[in-house]
């Protein structure tokens, strides 16, 4: 062994080394076909490798000599794989099966093969030699086949159509007498054949052809070539006369889409000019508006006739398919329209149009010759449309929200702009249905009123002060004459709810100053009245009797309090109380505070008055106290002749009241006890001092009445509640916690609703206005806010603290 030999492998993992040592090398000698060779004596028994693949199990000699050869002395062979040639598939050899490699493997090992397989194998014909390839494929042709791409191989020789004449001229030229040293092959089949013929007789033999039968087999022979030939034409023509019909249909298809191409060129080109008409009639509209002597109605009627013509010739021209694709209503209606129609409207200003109705039935007309050029109603529809929502709607909602329109001093005239508006939208299309003008109408109040008048109204309530009228002693701008007139055209829910708080807290407001303006007693109560009334159903009787009783009962009970009581009916003076009969009879009052202030204010003074007047020792006949009597007790039970009686008239409230039935029983025994001249009895009959007693007394001693009744009632919830859902068993509905409150609340008269505005979330829970507490739940348990805090609470003590 070289010790140079890979001596800087000492350094590395010494891979040569190793893969040379797998190749056989050991140190010395060679590799290939180059090596050297050694002798070596081995025991038998110790060195002899035996493989029983190649030598069979043989006794062997004690000792011989074995001849080791280091590496292989030829190359292996490898065989390339056909592609697409699977496993196992004809006579294909693997690599590992073929011989030369067999005897490369025995060598390396330094065995013997088998004396079979060191034999040659004798030549001979296999069972597939002489049968194409093409029919049967072998591995040798595939293996042919495969190697025919590499360079090299000889091109195959082109075939030479050779006639029979140079084959015979050929054979002359060689020496012969031509045809006799040619083999003629017969190719007619067996029956042309003499009988024990065969297919290699030749044309010396003694057996000749018949004539006829060659001529008849050669005529055959040309009826069937010319015949396939004109199998042959016939298809070509055939498929040449589809060709023909093809491309006539195809030039047919062509001219129809150049004629319709031409078609629809034309009719561009007269949208065309009917855009170009548009756009002069704009400029013509432009310098009419300098002229002085047409009027507005004119300028309007001229230019509903321009677009009726120009309408007309293109609803004439084009078909109602074309007018589809063309897309008329998103594309040509509103070019042609909407620049003629704000050329109109652009100097116009609604507010100080003089007879604005009469402009817009004149537009209504115009509108209506424009829908009836349409061809359908749907049609019809969208022109409409286009002209109210992308002209006319907008030209109004840019006049209401301009600066020159104040919604409470100039609150009819917007009105009446927006509602002749609705009405030019009804009338220009009669034959609409009532769907289609309600859709119509909800789009011109989502422009006008949502985006205009709304914000404007909600400024202006936020901006208002009550003034004074001086000589009718009432509210000069008052709310209800500015808002309630656009209170039906507003159907967003939370917008009216943020509004009427607004109201609420004006309504207030007002009340306050009228208190601080007004001096006369009974000129405050009709002001009242006239602040209160118009809004008592949309604010609830909940807040006009909180307002009530908060602002008006103490200044009218002040009043009553000074109302003095007269013995003779002629001289008393009854406006204070007819004030208050009036006031109660609107619904403004609820039926305890009306019943206190009499009962507090006018009753103890009256019988404390009449019981002095009966103590006097110059009181005179007791017929003038009887007088007294029946006509105070005509004012608070009887009703006049020409009124009517309901549930809100002031003498049936008071006559069904058992303390003011008691107080003109104590008047009338008292008159009893002064005409007996029983002085003891009336002492004993002696009535409270008015200064004793007032309103606010009775008023608490009603609600402590009341006290028990609602507790018994609102102990009782639960089981009303049971019993509900027993009822609602079959059907499966059981009431909520919310639903079990509202029904709390309208069993004791207290608003319920969801409050609006901020504040109207608590821990993501929606919250409630039970009166004027707010609300929410939360696990079926009420919170209500005291102070700045929410605190749990029950119905009873929530109902009390309203």
């Known amino acids: 062994k070289d010790p140079n030999l890979g001596k800087w492998e000492k350094h590395t993992k010494g891979i040569g080394m190793k893969l040379l040592q797998k190749m056989g090398y050991e140190g010395s000698g060679g590799l290939g076909a180059k090596r050297k060779q050694k002798d070596i004596h081995r025991e038998t028994a110790e060195t002899t490798v035996r493989d029983d693949r190649f030598d069979p199990p043989t006794a062997a000699p004690a000792q011989e000599e074995v001849s080791v050869k280091k590496g292989i002395s030829r190359p292996v062979e490898v065989v390339v794989r056909p592609n697409g040639l699977g496993l196992g598939f004809g006579n294909f050899k693997e690599q590992s099966q073929l011989k ?11 065995l013997k093969l088998p ?17 194409d390839e093409s029919l049967l494929p072998s591995t040798e042709s595939l293996l042919s086949r495969a190697n025919g791409w590499r360079r090299g191989n000889k091109k195959r020789a082109k075939r030479k159509i050779v006639s029979y004449r140079d084959i015979l001229d050929k054979g002359a030229a060689d020496g012969g007498d031509g045809p006799s040293k040619l083999k003629i092959i017969d190719m007619r089949g067996t029956s042309a054949l003499p009988k024990g013929g065969t297919a290699t007789t030749t044309m010396d033999s003694a057996t000749a052809v018949l004539i006829g039968e060659e001529l008849l087999h050669n005529v ?79 300028r309007l009627d001229f230019a509903m006739d321009s677009l009726q013509r120009i309408f007309a010739n293109l609803y004439s021209n084009f078909s109602r398919e074309e007018r589809m694709s063309l ?39 115009g509108i209506q010759k424009l829908c009836a050029t349409t061809g359908s109603d749907n049609e019809a529809y969208a022109l409409r449309e286009i002209i109210f929502t992308q002209s006319i709607a907008p030209w109004i909602t840019r006049s209401l929200s301009s600066t020159k329109w104040d919604p409470v001093a100039n609150g009819e005239t917007g009105l009446g702009i927006y509602e002749a508006l609705l009405n030019c939208a009804c009338k220009s299309f009669p034959e609409a249905e009532s769907e289609e003008n309600d859709i119509l109408k909800d789009t011109i109040t989502n422009e006008v009123v949502n985006n205009a008048v709304l914000p404007k109204l909600l400024r202006a309530v936020s901006r208002w002060r009550p003034e004074m009228d001086r000589a009718r002693q009432r509210i000069d701008n008052p709310l209800h004459l500015w808002i309630l007139p ?9 917008t009216l709810a943020t509004l009427l708080a607004d109201v609420r807290r004006n309504s207030k407001k007002t009340l306050s100053f009228l208190g601080k303006s007004v001096s006369d007693d009974a000129a405050f109560v009709r002001a009242c009245i006239s602040t209160l009334d118009p809004w008592k159903r949309l604010l609830g009787e909940s807040a006009i009797f909180e307002l009530t009783s908060d602002l008006v009962a103490p200044r009218v009970a002040r009043s009553l309090a000074r109302v003095e009581v007269r013995i003779v009916s002629a001289d008393q003076d009854w406006e204070q109380l007819h004030v208050l009969f009036d006031y109660f009879e609107k619904g403004l009052m609820s039926g305890d505070e009306f019943v206190s202030l009499i ?75 002064a005409h007996k001249s029983n002085e003891t009895l009336l002492n004993d009959l002696r009535p409270t001092h008015p200064s004793d007693y007032n309103y606010r007394i009775s008023l608490m001693h009603r609600s402590k009445v009341r006290q028990p009744q609602n507790s018994e009632e609102s102990s009782d919830v639960n089981v009303r509640v049971r019993r509900r859902v027993q009822k609602n068993g079959n059907a499966g509905v059981a009431p909520t916690f919310q639903e079990v409150v509202e029904s709390f609340a309208n069993q004791h008269d207290i608003t319920f609703h969801p409050k609006s505005g901020s504040n109207s979330k608590r821990d993501g829970k929606p919250v409630f206005m039970f009166g004027d507490h707010p609300v929410y739940f939360d696990k079926n348990v009420l919170f209500a806010k005291r102070g700045s805090a929410w605190r749990p609470i029950s119905l009873e003590h929530l109902a009390q603290s309203c």
């Not at 030369?100 to 330094?110: K, S």
């Not at 656009?486 to 939370?494: F, R």
């Open 115 to 131: 004396e079979e397989e060191q034999r040659p194998k004798a030549k001979g014909k296999g069972i597939y030699d002489g049968i």
């Open 100 to 110: 030369v490699n067999r005897q490369i493997e025995a060598e390396v090992r330094g």
């Open 599 to 673: 009962e507090g204010e006018v009753l103890p003074a009256w019988s404390y008055a009449l019981h002095c007047a009966l103590k006097r020792k110059d009181r005179g006949d007791t017929h003038d106290f009887k007088g007294c009597y029946m006509a105070w007790k005509g004012q608070f039970f009887y009703l006049s002749a020409n009124a009517r009686e309901t549930t809100l008239s002031p003498q049936v409230v008071l006559r069904s009241d058992p303390m003011v039935c008691r107080y003109f029983f104590g008047g009338l025994k008292m008159i009893e006890a």
């Open 327 to 365: 897309k008329f209503d998103a594309t040509l209606i509103p070019s042609i329209v909407n620049p003629l129609v704000d050329s109109l409207t652009s100097t116009l200003n609604p507010l100080r149009m003089g007879d604005y109705m009469s402009w817009m039935n004149r537009l209504a007309v």
């Open 486 to 494: 656009w209170l039906p055209h507003i159907a967003d829910d939370a």
């Open 220 to 298: 055959t022979l040309l009826l069937n070539t010319h015949e396939g030939q004109l199998r042959t034409s016939s298809y070509m023509v055939e498929n040449a006369e589809r060709k023909v019909a093809s491309l006539e249909s195809e030039c047919k298809e062509m001219n129809e889409r150049k004629e319709g191409a031409k078609r629809r060129s034309d009719k561009m080109k007269l949208a065309l000019d009917v855009v170009e008409k548009a756009e002069v009639l704009v400029e013509r509209m432009t310098t009419m508006e300098k002229d002085r002597n047409v009027s507005e109605n004119g």
